[in-house]
């Protein structure tokens, strides 16, 4: 893991260090319901999961491991899926993310993204499983495109982030 | 990236007992998830307080923003109209297209009249519309076709109003916050309306498949009755949405269903009108004298 040194004189605050991580993963949640945007099939990709791992991925301490629960009950609120679909599967996802780190000696940047598609396609086949308790008969084809767009777009988050980082080490 | 420092704390108890105790609030955490997902099912408006609140919230973001790039949806037609027969191509489409669903409605309407007037009288509230309004946002990253509208109930928007553009119907509202409204869009598949072919009556139903089209399944066993072109209304049956809206144009047959497309796209529609229930429109029935149906005793 990368040290980043603070400017002299300066330690960014507690608060800062913690709060940016979580409001960048709930922006990402709320961007959907923000945008005007009228699709009539899902079309963008879960982005409050894609910057969830980026966060995790980037940085394995930040967060405890039943983080994914929080965090999906806000994205569950914010995109409109039935309420508990998140936060089941982020907390499955955090917690084999964290079985992957022990397994794995290193972990390169074409792990990450595999981490990363793997998981998006384990959250959209299950958010769709799930609403087929809600009645809902969607069929699994839907996914396919918002899996490619969360794997064409994972590496543009990994450097929002990487952004994003280094400006919150930065006091 | 190289391993990171584990979490495992080797033989420090406190630290153990921390790592355990995640663990313990993770999996505690997923299935409370889970339970809630099963409670959400059995009670879809639980939990739409939080839902509704959250809305209030994003609302004027997305309506600032949806007024700022309003006309965007239609862009690609635009361009492919200048591209295709220069830039009256689009203004002409458009039109033949409003004539053409003027056709049909008034196709309906006739038809309509010819069935209503061989039945009772019943007279039609003419002024059932609540609130005109925009779609602001939608559901775009899950699977549930959701939109969202900028009225809610202080604009006098309930749960379960039909919401209908002038090109066609758009849904049914789902849950409903002071200023702004989910609906439940035509195409969700959980969205299931009583149409009929608009120049005869045959009867079908329709479901969405949350692709942006919906599923036209006859009810008459049978040879499947449809062919490309046919446009469905709305029938009136059940008694949520009014009769002779325009829903779906078929454009493909299967084996004993057709794919339709709705005629209102919602990425292009500039207003929908949120209606009354049609049951609520229709007068109690005139109550007969009490003294000539008591039976004699």
């Given amino acids: ?171 | 990236m190289a391993r990171a420092p584990s979490r495992r704390p080797g033989v420090n108890r406190r630290a153990q007992y921390g790592l355990f105790a995640s663990y313990v609030i993770a999996i505690t955490a997923a299935i409370a998830g889970l339970l809630m997902v099963v409670i959400a099912a059995a009670d879809p408006a639980g939990f739409s307080v939080i839902r509704s609140t959250t809305s209030e919230v994003t609302r004027p973001v997305a309506a600032a923003l949806r007024s700022a790039v309003s006309g965007i949806g239609s862009l690609d037609e635009n361009v492919f109209a200048y591209v295709k027969a220069g830039s009256q191509n689009a203004a002409l489409r458009r039109q033949v297209e409003a004539n053409r669903l003027k056709i049909i409605e008034a196709e309906a309407i006739k038809q309509e009249n010819v069935r209503l007037k061989k039945l009772l009288k019943l007279t039609e509230a003419s002024d059932s519309e609540v609130a005109t309004t925009r779609m602001i946002s939608s559901s775009s990253s899950i699977g549930r076709r959701i939109a969202r509208i900028n009225a809610g109930s202080l604009q006098g928007v309930m749960t379960g109003m039909p919401v209908r553009a002038p090109e066609g119907l758009i849904g049914r509202v789902l849950i409903v916050g002071p200023n702004s409204a989910d609906i439940l869009l035509l195409t969700d598949s959980q969205n299931i309306v009583p149409v009929r072919r608009a120049k005869d009556n045959v009867p079908a139903i329709s479901s969405g498949l949350d692709d942006g089209t919906v599923e036209i399944r006859p009810l008459s066993a049978g040879r499947n009755p449809f062919k490309p072109g046919d446009i469905m209304v709305t029938t009136g049956t059940g008694g949520l949405y009014s009769p002779n809206i325009p829903v779906a144009v078929i454009v493909s047959i299967k084996a004993g269903t057709a794919t339709g497309v709705p005629l209102a796209s919602p990425a292009r529609v500039e207003a929908v009108m949120v209606e009354q229930p049609y049951e609520a429109n229709i007068p109690a029935p005139p109550q007969p004298a009490t003294d000539t149906d008591q039976p004699a005793s």
């Fill in chain 1, 1 to 171: 893991m990368t040290m980043h040194v603070p400017k002299l004189g300066n330690t960014p605050s507690r608060w800062r260090l913690e709060a940016i991580p979580i409001a960048c993963v709930i922006l990402a949640s709320a961007l959907p319901s923000l945008l005007p945007v009228l699709v009539q099939s899902p079309t963008l990709p879960p982005l409050g999961l894609l910057f969830l791992l980026g966060w995790r991925l980037l940085h394995r301490e930040l967060w405890p491991l039943w983080i994914g629960a929080p965090l999906g009950l806000a994205d569950d609120i914010l995109s409109g899926h039935p309420i508990g679909t998140a936060v089941f599967l982020w907390t499955l996802i955090m917690i084999a993310v964290e079985t992957i780190d022990q397994r794995l000696m290193w972990r390169d940047y074409w792990h990450d993204w595999l981490i990363a598609i793997v998981a998006c396609l384990f959250f959209l086949c299950g958010g769709i499983i799930l609403s087929w308790l809600a009645g809902s008969s969607a069929s699994l084809q839907l996914i396919l495109p918002q899996t490619l767009w969360s794997a064409l777009l994972y590496p543009l988050i990994v450097r929002v982030i990487a952004r994003v980082d280094r400006w919150r080490m930065m006091a």
